[in-house]
Structure formats: C-alpha cells, structure tokens
C-alpha cells in the first residue's frame, strides 16, 4: 500500500518506499523544484531554453520548468530542438516535440544538421569512420550551445537523470578522463564565461523509470523508440552494467551520485586554472584548441 494513503501503488521507490499515482506525481514534482532551488539553477529575469528532443525526459522537464515560469513572470522560457537528420527516428520525436510545445504555447525552434552543416547524422557516418554517438554529441552540444547564446539565453535545461549522471561518471573513471567528470554535475562547467551557455538539470536526482513513470501517467506525447544509433555506445554497455548492479544491489546509481557530489566541489577547483585558458574558434565557440572540435569535424567532411 502507499506510504502516505494506503491506496494502491504504482512504484516502490529505490528507498523501499512504495507510492500511490498521486502521491508519486506530488513526490516527483516537489523533488524536481527542491533540486532546482538546491543547486541554485534558476533566478529571476532568466531566459530559458529546454533541449527538447520529444522523448520522455525532455519533454516532462519542459512541463516543469514551464510550470516554474507561469509562477514567475520575470522568467521566460522556450524550446530548442535538433534535428540530426536520423531516418525514421528524429523525425518522428519531433512531432511529439512540437505537439507539447504547442499544448504549452511555448515558443519552438528546430535546427537541423543538414541546414546548419550540410550532411545529416546518416551521411555523415557513411563518411567518416566514428562512433556515430561521437559524433552527434559533439554537433549537438555545438548547435545547441551556438543557437542558445544567439537567442539571449541564459540557461539551458536538459533532461538528464540520476542514469545518465552515474554512466558518465563511470565512463570517465574508466577512461582516465577525469577533467571531463569535473565539467559534470547538477549545473555544469567549472567557470562562468559568457560563451558557455550553462547547462542545468532538474532531474539530476531522479532515476529515469521515475521519469518513465511521471510521463506515462501525467499523458504526455512523447517517443519512446530508441536511436538506432544507441546500441553502438559505448554508454549502452555501462547502463546495462549498472542496471544490473541496481537489480542486485539497491541504491548503487543514488550511491554513485551521493559520492560523485562529495567530491565535485574539488575537481572544479582542481582545474579552474585549466578553463581559463579557453579559447575561441574562428567560428565564434570556445574550444580548448584554436579549432573546435565542431569545426573540425565538418573539415573532414568535406575533405
């Protein structure tokens, strides 16, 4: 029975606390605001943009944070959707996209790989030999970043979970890529400078079958099919691992968090030096080298 009412529940938490539908729309919903107030990610006069791909989790924080913002009229907030040009794929998520921005008369803008940089995802791994994943992160954050600061944004909310969290910060250990970790967390980046546009993630703390659950019930159009991409990931082989350590070992992706948190601070102030050093590519973006990664890319391309 639910904790709180005794009716019948549709989810027992990883704490051993089992919820009711409404219970669990309210447990949800007051979790996501006190991670928002927690890690400071929204102030008054904020412009925000929601990186709204049409599946689950993009679209529930779009209700959220669009909820926040009828609340406070200092606070503006639209869409920002990429259309990476993945067959039978994107373009269907976009339609739910659009449909939830419709229902909440939020403002949606799509920009889309071939437009922007005249290859979509499809051709551009028929062209190059990469992991496919590499390369739609790398054009993604680029547009997305490039597009945010056009639009006078001043933060830019993305649907990342608990899940997507603990993968990267396994990843990173794996991979001896610590600096990368420190760029983590629930407000990323390590210093603010104008050309990053700071990224925020209300659901930082949430599991994503949480998030899974609140879409389903609360009716929201969204996709649930797959990229057809994702199976090639390497973060697809660290999910499956750590589900399967959720399965046996209860709390493990909260406990990997708890401890990521703890020491985040102190990575941050580890390579502050190192972030003041960023450069800008000719394209206008910031990079660590005199060439963005983005730009790079697209030489290959058309090499």
Partial sequence: MCKNCDLKPVIKLSSGVSLCKNCFIDYFERKTRKTISKFKMISKGDRIAVGLSGGKDSTAVLYIIASIAKRHDTIKVMAISIDEGIKGYRDETLKDAKAMCKKLGITHKVYSYKKELGYTLDQMVKKLDMNPCTLC???????????SRKLKVTKLVTGHNLDDESQSVIMNQFRSNVDASARLGPVTGIVADYRFIRRIKPFYLLLEKEIMLYAFLKKFPFSSQECPYAHSAYRSEVRDMLNDFEQRHLGVKNNIINSFLAVLPLLKEHYKA???????????????ESVCKA?????????
């Fill in 295 to 303: 730009c790079q890319l697209i030489k290959e391309l058309k090499d």
């Fill in 274 to 288: 190192k972030s003041k050093r960023i450069k800008s590519c000719k394209c206008g973006e910031p990079s660590s």
């Fill in 137 to 147: 992160g790398v054009f993604r954050r680029y547009l997305l970043n490039k597009y």
